[in-house]
């Protein structure tokens, strides 16, 4: 069975606090604690920092999230969600949801 990958940004990037970010926070959020989810996550993670060098990611489950209440005390914004076999996807609606600087600008 498949679970969902969400995507959330957040931090200065999300808030406009600075014109030229350094890096651009992101959450990734999958379903829970089996080998299956936590290896779908890692492989978003690593594709979006192969494509993006940027983003500073962090990672956690579902059930991790709701402990720790980070979307809400961090005001987290949704960017994306795809089901856990279709990560290669994420790129399309990551960049449709998302304005980032310019290929040329995703050195850290």
């Known amino acids: 069975m498949s679970g969902k990958i969400s995507v959330y940004g957040f931090g200065s990037y999300f808030r406009a606090d600075i014109s030229r970010p350094k890096d651009i926070d ?10 299956e989810s936590i290896e779908a996550a890692l492989k978003c993670k690593t594709f979006l920092i192969g494509r993006y060098r940027m983003l500073d ?3 956690l489950s579902a059930s991790e ?8 005390g961090s005001s987290a914004t949704l960017l994306c969600s795809v089901d856990e076999n279709e990560i290669g996807a994420i790129g399309d609606h990551f960049e449709t ?4 600087p310019d290929r040329g600008d995703q050195t850290v």
Do not use: Q, Y
Not at 29 to 35: E, P, Q, R, T
Not at 65 to 72: H, K, M, S, T, V
């Open 26 to 35: 992101i959450l990734i959020v999958h379903a829970d604690l089996s080998a």
């Open 57 to 59: 990611v962090s990672v």
């Open 65 to 72: 999230e709701r402990n720790l209440g980070f979307i809400r």
């Open 97 to 100: 949801s998302i304005r980032l």
